[in-house]
């Protein structure tokens, strides 16, 4: 592990813990976005279950309770072209 290695964790955990990145961009004295968000910004580990976090917590109520399933009775046929 090298000193410059610990920019890069730094910038991962400022964007992981949720500040934007164009402050993060500040922060790490880049002109652009891409260069924090291509260069310096790492996928952690546990990023799978973040986002599922998120999505338990904040979107839940915005999801539909249940998801309709299309009936594709009379479809099967060559005939029935939309």
Sequence with gaps: MRFHDLRHAYATWLVTDGV????VQRVMGHEQASTTLNRYTHTPDDYAARV???FDGSAAPLLPLAVET?????LDGPEDDL
């Design 52 to 54: 599922l976090e998120a």
């Design 20 to 23: 934007p990145i164009n402050l």
């Design 70 to 74: 299309l009936s594709l009775d009379g």
